[in-house]
């Protein structure tokens, strides 16, 4: 093995040069996403765990952590993995998150030749459940780790790596378990990928995310549906009762009604940040000019504003209508919501606004608590500017920094809870189809990516992070 100390920057990238070459990273995100871990369906519930014990597990052991197997906190809900590799007590310790658990496969829903849990590449991309969110995300950040730990024998770090298994369930047991975890999971920063880059060949980094809460709202006027002939004109129509009460939820370009949904935190200083950012989508959508919150431009109606969105609805038979009216109509909804947003008011102000409009019939079915709370890290930690100049000098881009992502993520975990400023390197793009037929990694994307990671290890080996003696402590807010 090399003298660590005869080693340079340009070694170490020409070693992740080594690794891209060899299609390892392709091979081994091939075996992750051949694990159906669907953590929506809970007859995967044996596999969510094989993920953990079979996958990470090894490579982990491999690369010379300590690992365990934790139970949930929640009932039920899948177990996490916690590794550790503490090299020098002395040595700055970043902590790594990611997820192992994926959305449905919607098997019959893929182009021909494609299957999501099968990976193909095709046209510059990896297919395949998961390449995107999350396995090919943490899997890049692991094999930079491994690359330079093969290279040089040792980080010059520590590093303390925490995967769950029910992130795309809203997390459930994450936050009591960090909680109750807090010493093993102690660190000086959280250094994770999730999300997207907003263009494709340009990096980008996030200090917090968007905050979620979904709800149901029915109306169930009877038990049976009836003849639209016979009664038509005389039953009252749960469809359109509930179609009614969603329209007075935004007007016809989805600007929000209820007062309370609209948040107080686009300031000066958050419009001036996402001023800076291209507009760009970076794929093959194209934004919709008239939709969303007029005088808003498209990247604070995204970062920086609350969206309202009506993910399912149903009443009758859809995929066989009959002549009759349904007795019942539901619809599932969210409600994406910045910092400035009182997440414990954001049920109860609807049901005041249904109850003001006439819309007693309509009921909130929202048995869960927010899944994810809004967060925003003050961007001018030092960890921010570290990370930043390390990204740019592997890619030749200065990244894009963002105030939050659009999308949300477990964030008020790290940084509320373990009190962390929070930096996310996303290694994906808008593009990618996540949550949808089709996901796929672009491979110039993913080789990029795994390079940058390597850069940013080794400076953070060589340098030991950014000087933070004299720094602020970590600036965290997090709507309530």
Same mark, same amino acid.
Request: include cysteine; proline fraction near 7%.
């Given at each position: ?85 503490? %090299? ?35 046209d510059g991309r990896i297919y395949g459940r998961g390449t995107a969110d999350n396995k ?79 709800? !149901?709202? %029915? ?133 005041? *606004? ?92 993913? *080789? ?10 080794? !400076? ?21």
């Amino acid at each position: 093995m090399p003298n660590p100390l005869d080693l340079s920057r340009v070694v170490a990238m020409s070693a992740a040069q080594t690794v891209i070459e060899s299609g390892h990273l392709e091979r081994r995100l091939s075996e992750l996403v051949a694990l159906r871990t669907e953590s929506q369906n809970p007859a995967q519930a044996a596999v969510l765990k094989q993920y953990l014990s079979e996958m990470m597990r090894p490579m982990l052991l491999e690369m010379g952590f300590d690992v365990g197997l934790h139970e949930n906190p929640v009932a039920q809900a899948p177990p996490l993995l916690v590794a550790s590799r503490v %090299e020098n007590s002395d040595l700055p310790t970043i902590l790594i998150y990611g997820h192992g658990d994926v959305t449905h496969g919607q098997d019959n829903q893929w182009d021909a030749g494609l299957s999501p849990f099968a990976v193909k590449a095709s046209d510059g991309r990896i297919y395949g459940r998961g390449t995107a969110d999350n396995k090919g995300q943490h899997l890049i950040n692991l094999m930079a780790l491994k690359t330079l730990i093969e290279l040089r024998g040792s980080l010059g770090f520590n590093v303390k790596v925490l995967i769950e298994m029910a992130e795309e369930t809203g997390s459930p047991g994450l936050a009591e378990f960090c909680a109750a975890q807090r010493d093993a999971l102690a660190a000086d920063v959280l250094i994770a990928s999730d999300g997207p880059r907003l263009m494709p060949e340009v990096p980008t980094m996030f200090m917090g995310s968007r905050g979620a809460v979904n709800f !149901d709202l %029915e109306v169930r006027l009877r038990n049976r549906a009836h003849h639209s002939g016979n009664w038509g004109g005389l039953l009252a129509d749960p469809a359109t009762i509930l179609v009614q009460a969603l329209a007075s939820l935004t007007d016809a370009r989805g600007q929000i009604k209820i007062a309370e949904w609209r948040p107080s935190s686009l300031t000066p200083d958050i419009r001036a940040a996402l001023a800076r950012l291209p507009t760009e989508t970076g794929g093959d959508e194209v934004i919709d000019p008239n939709w969303g919150e007029v005088g808003l431009t498209s990247n604070e109606r995204v970062f920086g504003w609350n969206s309202f969105a009506v993910l399912a609805m149903k009443s009758g038979v859809p995929d066989a209508p009959v002549n009759a009216i349904s007795g019942h109509a539901s619809a599932t909804c969210q409600l994406r919501f910045v910092v400035g947003t009182d997440a414990d008011g954001i049920v109860p102000s609807l049901r005041r *606004h249904l109850d003001r409009k006439g819309f007693h019939q309509v009921h909130i079915i929202a048995t869960d608590k927010v899944a994810f709370q809004a967060t925003r890290v003050n961007p001018d930690n030092p960890w921010v500017n570290f990370v930043a100049s390390s990204l740019e000098h592997s890619t030749q881009s200065a990244p894009h920094i963002l105030p939050n992502l659009a999308g949300s993520l477990p964030n008020h975990c790290f940084s509320e809870i373990l009190n962390l400023p929070t930096i996310w390197i996303p290694h994906s793009y808008r593009g990618c189809a996540q949550h949808a037929p089709n996901e796929h990694m672009p491979i110039a994307l993913l *080789h990029q990516a795994f390079s940058a990671m390597v850069g940013l290890y080794w !400076d953070l080996g060589e340098t030991k992070g950014p000087n933070t003696t004299d720094a602020p402590a970590p600036s965290n807010k997090t709507a309530n």
